[in-house]
């Protein structure tokens, strides 16, 4: 039952990225830009949980996971910071 809302989960963040990226293209927005991102590297990030849980049950892929959430919130806290008009 876990892996199927990981799955979900990582499936969620790619389905915003695809569209935030899609978005981006057509607004020329570049905080969508940063949002897609950011979605992105939370998707990779869901996508490492599931490896971590269901593949790998024993390797210690938790630094990764982090690693990839902590890029993805500071991307976008970039994108707030350096595209306020």
Known sequence: MNGIVYLLCAAAGLLCTALL???????RSRMLVWSAICFGLLAASNIVMVLD???FPGAA?????????????????????????
Do not use: N
């Open 21 to 27: 990226t899609l978005g981006a293209r057509r607004t």
């Open 61 to 85: 892929l938790w630094p990764v996971r982090h690693g990839l959430s902590l890029l993805a919130v500071g991307s976008l806290i970039y994108g707030l910071i350096m595209e306020e008009r």
């Open 53 to 55: 849980a269901l593949v």
